[in-house]
């Protein structure tokens, strides 16, 4: 029996198909289906920085004005008694997973500033994640900010969240870095257990007539999946960290790929969303059977057999490459 078990983050996974944040790991129905067709872990959806700054604001607000006596405070409706907060519905979802669920259950939070909102990371830990990543979606936009202002900025949420939580803290980052694999360097020095490679960045599209932007989101192609495996085989060698592989990752064989580079689990989203839940279960059997095949015992054995150190040469994953590819092109 081959052993499809892998380690990641410090957890003992059954195997390395961890659905990552979507509507899917968000409701306990989909959550079940999905441990039931042999997810091994699965992250919840974000709690983001905006809902919770949007709901503490309001609150201040009210706070403030019943204490002034304010004549503004009549025209605030008082909190109902079974008001619950994004945070409190999140809370209480994480509890719902983890008492109906097996597998490990890693919550997410999403937000850039460093305003004091990973704060509630402490409470994530109380209601018993395994784990949490961290998803920093910074667009820099603004030309005064520099390269290492950005960051800095990535670890000092990292600082902020490791002085609140014990849990093992991994970071989901875009490709977007001047040198990723230095950006993952400084994550694991500070202190982060994992990176996840790479989030995507949706695309806004502009309406041609209302001239408004539209936003925009398509599902991943298996395309998008040589970009993480490129990287994670530059990045393996050089770092003692988790690697969840994400970003495109639908078929077994690319799946293979971001293991044998030293990914340890692949996360997947789109492929699930477009195949439902149950398509795990067809996804572990054929890694299943591509290992017999290949006469690989266990994942372990594959994780890692190909990156940079062992068989596949850096320079084909490098710079020196790129001439090559360029005047491979055969037009048909
Ligand atoms: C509908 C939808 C909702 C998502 N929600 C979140 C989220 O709350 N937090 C997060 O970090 N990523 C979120 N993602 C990103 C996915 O977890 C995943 O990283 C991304 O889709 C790339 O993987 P894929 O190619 O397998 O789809 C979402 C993606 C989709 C399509």
Known sequence: MIDLSTEYLGLKLANPLVPSSSPLTGELDSAKQLEDAGASALILPSLFEQAIDYEQKQLERFVSSQALGHYEAQSYQPIPEDYNSELDNYLERLQQFKSALDIPVIASLNGISTDGWVDFGREIQQAGANALELNVYYIAADPEISGQEVE?????????????????????????????????????????????????????????????????????????????????????????????????????????????????????????????????????????????????ESVTQMKGSASKPCAINPAALEHSNYMHVIKSYAQD
Request: proline share 3%.
């Open 152 to 296: 800095d900025r990535y670890l000092k949420l990292l600082d902020e969240l490791r002085d609140h939580v014990d849990l093992p803290i991994t970071m989901k980052l875009s490709s977007q870095f001047s040198s990723v694999s230095n950006m993952v360097l400084k994550l694991q020095q500070a202190g982060a257990k994992g990176v996840s490679l790479f989030n995507r960045f949706y695309q806004p599209d502009i309406d041609l007539e209302s001239l408004e932007i539209v936003p925009h989101l398509e599902l991943s192609t298996p395309m998008e999946s040589l970009l993480r495996v490129r990287w994670i085989a530059m990045i393996r060698g050089s770092v003692d960290i988790s690697i969840a592989a994400t970003g495109g990752f639908h078929r077994t064989e690319d799946i293979v790929k971001a293991l044998m580079v030293g990914a340890d689990i692949t996360h997947l989203c789109s492929v699930l969303l477009k195949q439902g839940p149950k398509h795990i279960a067809i996804l572990k059997q054929e890694l299943q059977n591509w290992l017999e095949e290949h006469e690989y």
